[in-house]
């Protein structure tokens, strides 16, 4: 079945009061960006819900394209025809055909914008409900709980007749709630907390820092590609790469072995604090989960956000692995997080680093180093990808895996 229009019901965003406009307007904006992909589609966002028309377009794909935005509760693929009984008829019999099962049993509901139709709700109600009984062998009437749910809704520009609720992402519209960065390696767990900030509503830019020549243009590449992924929840995602390859050198000349890690993560939140103030963001997001790994003990969380006053902000700290893989496997994710390709945080790993760090000593250590000139060359030698929903940066089919071979 060919749909015409998708009916968008809002979620969370149906709760907010006077700031409800700002919040549609901000999904309206955030649907168009990601089915940016479908020119000849149109999208209008209203009051009690927003409307996709499809004009033709793959419906499917759009369908899928349409699950992964925050803010939409659930929405109705639907079917327009005129404004003419016998064609709404045909349509919702053709739509319970579909779908029957034997034994199953069905619902007509009515909604009539268009006063001036000259059927009211009951009445359009009973006639498609006896239409369908009489032509469809073994169904039955269910108006509580029916396996089939036939939606009718007449407006000014014809009949709209929808069976099948699709859940949304839920959330809140990604920029209603705010601007922060992401720290986000290429690992499993920072993927997943760039995703629960966005479902929050907060649109992220993401920092990646990258060594080369210890880490590989496919490290750099992986990342992108998980950027790409995570973008078709908010349309559009800034990737800004730093290098790093000065700064871990530096530290792994001058600084205690045991606590190289420790100043490495310093310099890190230092230079994500920079870049997020300058690009007027107002927190930092990383993926730590807590007691996951030496760098994310109580003490180590301490002594790294010693470095700034700036919020940082880790919304996997109370989940344990197994709840942060099954999230990457849903968003899509968990695959390329999974491929092989070391990133800068993994490269020069003491063997026995610090899970106890001692502020005062990682302060003592840091001034080993030539803070500020490190941080300006790497501030000078950043660059911008604007990445967006579906943007391809790693051939999986032969450079990938060429690599790994």
């Known amino acids: 079945m060919h749909y015409s229009e998708i009916m968008v019901r809002y979620g969370e965003l149906s709760t907010k009061g006077k700031n409800r406009k700002d919040f549609i307007k901000q999904l309206g904006k955030n649907v168009r960006a990601v089915l940016h992909p479908f020119p000849n589609l149109e999208v209008k966002a209203q009051r009690d819900r927003l409307h996709v028309s499809l004009n033709d377009e793959d419906d499917e794909a759009v369908i899928n394209a349409l699950k992964g935005v925050f803010g939409i509760e659930n929405f109705y693929p639907s079917i327009q025809v005129d404004k003419n009984m016998d064609a709404i008829k045909q349509t919702a019999l053709q739509m319970v055909r579909e779908q029957y099962r034997e034994g199953a049993t069905f619902k007509i509901n009515t909604r009539r914008q268009d006063k001036h139709f000259d059927y009211n709700t009951n009445q359009i109600n009973n006639i498609l409900g006896d239409y369908v009984l009489t032509n469809v062998d073994g169904i039955s009437v269910d108006v509580k709980h029916p396996d089939i749910a036939i939606r009718v809704e007449v407006r000014m520009n014809g009949a709209f007749l929808s069976s099948e609720k699709i859940q949304g992402a839920g959330g809140l519209p990604v920029g209603t709630g705010g601007r922060a960065t992401m720290m986000l390696s290429g690992g499993i767990d920072s993927p997943v907390a760039t995703y629960q900030a966005m479902k929050r509503g907060v649109r992220i830019d993401m920092i990646h820092f990258y060594s080369p020549p210890y880490t590989s243009e496919q ?185 790994l071979l």
């Not at 600084?255 to 310099?267: A, F, K, N, S």
């Not at 500020?372 to 990938?400: S, Y």
């Open 219 to 403: 490290a750099l590449n992986k990342a992108k590609q998980l950027t790409s992924v995570l973008a078709k929840y908010s349309g559009n995602i800034q990737f800004i790469q730093v290098p790093f390859t000065e700064v871990q050198e530096t530290i792994k000349e001058k600084v205690p072995e045991g606590y190289l890690m420790t100043i490495q993560r310093r310099m890190m939140l230092r230079i994500a604090a920079a870049i997020t103030k300058s690009r007027h963001c107002t927190g930092v997001f990383t993926g730590e989960a807590l007691g996951q790994v030496a760098s994310q003990t109580l003490e180590s969380m301490m002594a790294i956000n010693d470095v700034t006053t700036m919020p940082v902000l880790r919304p996997l700290v109370s989940m344990d692995k197994t709840e942060i893989i099954k999230i990457a496997k849903n968003i899509g994710t968990y695959d390329l997080s999974i491929l092989p390709f070391e990133d800068c945080c993994t490269i020069f790993t003491p063997p026995a680093p610090k899970t106890h760090p001692n502020l005062e000593k990682s302060r003592k250590f840091e001034g080993y180093i030539d803070v500020d000139g490190l941080i300006q060359r790497a501030m000078d030698g950043i660059k911008i990808t604007d990445i967006k929903p579906g943007d391809e940066f790693m051939n999986q089919n032969e450079d990938v895996f060429a690599e």
